[in-house]
């Protein structure tokens, strides 16, 4: 089964992108220059999407746009006919101080601009503007943005904020996690949050951030998985012009730019021990340097890290330094796996079957009939609620009536995860013990089973295949996995967890 994400369902539904305040207010940025081809050059960018472009000509104009549409991102001109953007920025702040704001300059060795990331601007950009650059910067804004908006509905209490992305769940083993988020939330101290993919830790560090005293400032978060080795570093801590091949100016780190607020690093084990080690100074004086630069910058960050892996394994493999460990592992706090809370897979197939029918505009849907729902609850979820929420969407996208029974769910959840049944399965082949891939039979009986999902399945089944194959070549070493793939490591750790291969002395499927 692939799995979609909301924007993909949006996209295929006609729908806007959903907000906390309605389901089809689209995300505003509003362009501050008094360049006219500019706002026309912005609004090309995002023309036929999403995004609403808003158009100020001063920094008066500009001011009243801020209360009057409250955007989203601000896009911001360097030289104003009526003010500085430097003291337009600061003002910008006392009215939004979550509010990303994108320098626009001229100059190619701004220091205002840099000055004013290290104050807490989001980014800045050189005219004349490389609209692949632009639209990146804007989409990462607009998705810090959310980050820092949508609510956590943590409910020790009971209570329940509407409109945000809630943790559902009575168990005792989630009630063991919402107390360790208010615990330590007021306390400005490094929080870890370890679990299996897909069981909600960036929910955990919102979460945290929210309840801090920091939650007025800015909120970032960082994959380190999905960030090639050489990048990461940049990515982090800056670099100044010429440390590389293609460093052509200055460039501010996320540390610079979180400077007073709350940096999320997920999957930490997945940094090189060259980024660690300047991570863990960091921790321990809130000081560093930039890639290719001598002076020694300080900043007030504060690390919320997560991981999926084992960091004292890691740590016996001298993979991980166990100094970090120690530094990281301050406080922990534990997201249990799904199938370790049972008890709330009926009250997380309720809020997002709410949910997505409404996202995919199916007003019409009951719910879930009893014997889809104890597939449902019998099934082992390897991928977590990530894994959940896919199937959700899968299941109301076939389905036909106003129940999902049985025969809209995945093949998978019917069959218990065990496979598919009619799969094409022969005896294993005995240099690797795997199933071989007999595409062609597996097509003619999917076809006869009436099949209307023929595409993903094939899919699947090749990915299954693959992953389990490749782990086996190299004995279940995923960063080799990865470079043979010629894909991320937390790609390959996501479809371990999917496929619920065993990686163990033995490569196998659970």
């Known amino acids: 089964m692939v799995g979609w994400t909301d924007d993909d369902l949006r996209r295929a539904s006609g729908l806007q992108a959903a907000t906390p305040e309605s389901e089809n207010l689209a995300d505003k940025v509003l362009a501050i220059d008094d360049d006219r081809s500019l706002h026309h050059l912005v609004g090309k960018v995002f023309e036929g999407s999403e995004v609403e472009v808003i158009a100020a000509k001063d920094g008066r104009a500009g001011l009243e746009s801020v209360e009057r549409d409250r955007p989203d991102v601000v896009l911001l001109d360097i030289r104003l006919p009526d003010a500085s953007g430097l003291e337009l920025f600061r003002d910008i702040q006392t009215r939004d101080r979550r509010l990303p704001v994108v ?7 701004s220091e205002t601009a840099i000055n004013a990331i290290q104050l807490g601007a989001f980014d800045y950009l ?3 503007l490389d609209l692949a650059e632009l639209k990146e910067v804007v989409l990462r804004a607009l998705d810090t943005r959310r980050l820092m908006n949508i609510p956590v509905a943590v409910p020790i209490r009971g209570d329940h904020q509407a409109g945000g992305d809630p943790f559902v769940g009575g168990s005792s083993a989630m009630l063991d996690v919402f107390k360790s988020i208010g615990r330590v939330a007021g306390q400005d101290v490094t929080v870890l949050i370890r679990g299996e993919s897909g069981t909600g830790k960036e929910l955990v560090a919102r979460a945290v951030y ?7 400032q800015c909120f970032m978060a960082i994959n380190c998985a999905a960030i090639p080795d050489n990048l990461l570093e940049s990515e982090l801590f800056g670099h100044e012009k010429g440390a590389f091949t293609g460093a052509d100016q200055r460039r501010i780190g996320k540390f610079e730019q979180c400077n007073g607020g709350t940096l999320f690093l997920d999957e930490v084990g997945d940094m090189s021990l060259l980024v660690q080690g300047k991570v863990l100074r960091l921790l321990q004086d809130q000081r560093f340097e930039r890639v290719g630069g001598n002076a020694t910058l300080s900043t007030d960050v504060r690390l919320v890290a997560a991981t999926n892996r084992n ?3 890691m740590v016996e493999a001298g993979e991980f330094r166990e100094d970090l460990l120690y530094r990281l592992n301050n406080v922990t706090i534990r997201l249990p796996p799904l199938r370790e809370r049972e008890s709330d897979i ?3 197939l309720e809020h997002y079957v709410s949910r997505f029918a409404k996202i995919l505009n199916r007003p019409d849907l009951e719910g879930i009939s009893p014997d889809a729902l104890e597939l449902l609850q019998r099934y082992r979820w390897p991928g977590n609620i990530r894994e959940l929420q896919s199937v959700v969407r ?3 996208l076939h389905t036909s009536g ?7 769910l995945p093949e998978e959840v019917r069959s218990g995860g065990l496979g598919m049944p009619d799969s094409p399965v022969a005896a294993p082949s005995a240099e690797t013990g795997l199933p071989d891939s007999e595409l062609a039979r597996f097509v003619a009986q999917r076809i006869e089973h009436g099949t209307t999902d023929l595409y993903a399945e094939c899919l699947e089944m090749m990915e299954r295949f693959l992953f389990t194959r490749v782990l086996q070549e190299t004995q279940g070493n995923q960063s080799r996995a990865a470079d ?11 479809r371990i967890a999917a496929f619920g291969i065993i990686v163990d002395k033995e490569v196998h499927i659970d």
């Open 210 to 216: 929210q309840h801090s005293r920091r939650a007025s």
């Open 346 to 348: 009926s009250l997380l």
């Open 103 to 109: 320098f626009i300059t001229a100059d190619s060795e």
């Open 311 to 313: 960091l004292e394994q």
């Open 394 to 396: 899968y299941a109301i």
């Open 484 to 494: 043979l793939l010629g894909i991320t490591r937390g790609k390959v750790r996501d």
């Open 126 to 128: 050189r005219k004349p």
């Open 402 to 408: 106003t129940v999902i029974v049985p025969d809209f």
